[in-house]
């Protein structure tokens, strides 16, 4: 994309209007660190323009307090963008699975798809973000076509954006834009642990 033009414009019978403003679905994932922070960066520019934002946190403890859901509540909360709305699908769980009972989170997880299908029907968001949500797909916990067939068919004018390792093929297909962050070093690959500022 030189000079951010398409290299080559589709006969689809779209104006430039209609195709520029087509809402994407969206798959930050690979083995590396910021699929998160790059998801919250765009709810960050939908924010200033005024949109409406759901952040469904798929399988981050509902006891942490990242930095971006409390930067995004207080800007949401401001009046002056758009409205932010953040719902945790897990208790002290992520995708290292710490203890706790399998059917609950499975549980959590499909119930937190069902308000995503919900508000998709009801364009609630102009923008959500699913974040994390690649693992109970990867799980088995939620069905990976039934995520595909409502997500490509959702009503018009909502941006989704999905992240997590391991996207399934079958997603990556269906999206518009993937992005695949790669790990060329990380700090925990000499035992540091994270830290304060860097991953919260």
């Known amino acids: 994309m030189p000079q951010g033009k398409p290299v080559s414009v589709p006969d689809d019978g779209l104006t430039t209007r209609q195709r520029r403003t087509r809402p994407l679905l969206i798959v930050h994932t690979g083995p590396g660190k910021g699929k998160s922070t790059a998801a919250f960066g765009l709810a960050l520019r939908a924010w200033n323009q005024g949109w409406p934002i759901g952040v469904f946190q798929f399988v981050k403890s509902a006891k942490w307090r990242i930095g971006e859901e409390r930067a995004l509540r207080v800007l949401g909360e401001s009046g002056e963008g758009g409205t932010v709305s ?74 989704v954006v999905v992240t997590g390792r391991d996207a399934d093929p079958r997603l990556v297909a269906a999206a518009d834009l993937v992005t695949e962050m790669g790990k060329v070093k990380h700090p925990m690959d000499a035992g540091q642990k994270g830290q304060k500022g860097i991953e919260w």
Request: charged content about 30%; proline content about 4%; cysteine-free.
């Open 86 to 159: 953040w719902h945790k699908m897990g208790e002290g769980w992520s995708w290292i699975q710490r203890p706790g009972a399998e059917e609950d989170h499975a549980a959590d997880a499909r119930e937190g798809w069902e308000q995503i299908k919900r508000d998709l029907a009801a364009r609630t968001f102009r923008l959500y973000v699913l974040d994390e949500f690649t693992y109970p797909m990867k799980w088995g916990w939620i069905d990976v076509d039934e995520v595909v067939a409502t997500l490509t068919s959702r009503p018009d004018g909502q941006h």
